[in-house]
């Protein structure tokens, strides 16, 4: 497994926000991850980067290098800070934190710009970019990092429709690389045409495999139950109590 998940419970202030999680990932696997609204799906995402440690429970890596995209809403563009500065940031696994970049460096920066449709973009400010622009160079950040896991939150949303066909052709192109990737989605229609294997969450694993046997209106109608009688303000409960 790329990935197993054995019992786990992620939350903030011992309130659970993704409760009693058994999970396994393939390597190579593309995986959606759906639900209602605070459902837990970017809790999920922030456990398996490490940046939220379990309540209970583990999670096992055969995966060494992880790279993230964060929702576009969470990221500070007010600091002043290249296109090219950004991105380079993807290279951190080869130049540490405070190493130069090389002219190579910055050739592999170009290429991941040209990539994303962006070429000639290296020296304008973040803050000056749109939101599908902003999207596009996160995503040339990704490519530098070269992950084996890659683990993208709501990486279609707010953006225009030419640029979510295209980020998502990148996507393809991980999976087809045979990098784990796991994003959290909305719209139904993208996952059902483009990721083969789904995640139905509702604080809860409600079901998870193959997707058109995931994503059936029974299942869909039972996460909605789930989410709206689940107990924000829960104390943390051990599996099988009443």
């Known amino acids: 497994m790329a990935l197993a998940i054995r019992d786990l419970t992620l939350g903030y202030d011992r309130h659970p926000a993704v409760h009693h999680l058994d999970l396994d990932l393939c390597p190579g696997s593309l995986t959606a991850i759906v639900g209602p609204n605070g459902a837990g799906k970017s809790t999920l995402l922030k456990g398996l980067m490490g940046e939220l440690p379990p309540l209970e429970g583990r999670i096992d890596r055969t995966i060494t290098r992880i790279a993230y995209l964060p929702q576009l809403s969470e990221v500070d563009r007010s600091f002043p800070l290249s296109v090219q500065a950004f991105v380079a940031m993807g290279l951190w696994h080869r130049t540490g934190a405070f190493g130069g970049l090389s002219k190579a460096d910055l050739a592999r920066v170009a290429d991941a710009l040209a990539a994303v449709g962006l070429a000639g973009f290296d020296r304008r400010g973040i803050s000056a970019l749109s939101g599908g622009q902003m999207q596009r160079v996160m995503f040339a950040r990704l490519l530098l990092q070269d992950a084996e896991l890659i683990l993208l939150d709501e990486p279609f949303t707010a953006i225009d429709s030419r640029t979510a066909g295209e980020l998502l052709q990148i996507v393809k192109r991980w999976h087809g690389e045979g990098r784990t990737v796991i994003a959290v989605l909305h719209d139904m ?54």
Not at 197 to 205: D, H, I, N, P, S
Not at 230 to 239: G, K, Q, S, T, V
């Open 189 to 242: 229609e993208t996952v059902r045409q483009h990721f083969p294997e789904t995640l139905l969450l509702a604080r809860e694993k409600v079901a998870h495999g193959p997707t058109a046997q995931v994503l059936t209106a029974e299942n869909l109608f039972r996460a909605r139950q789930m989410s709206e009688a689940f107990d924000d303000m829960a104390p943390i409960c051990e599996r099988g109590a009443a």
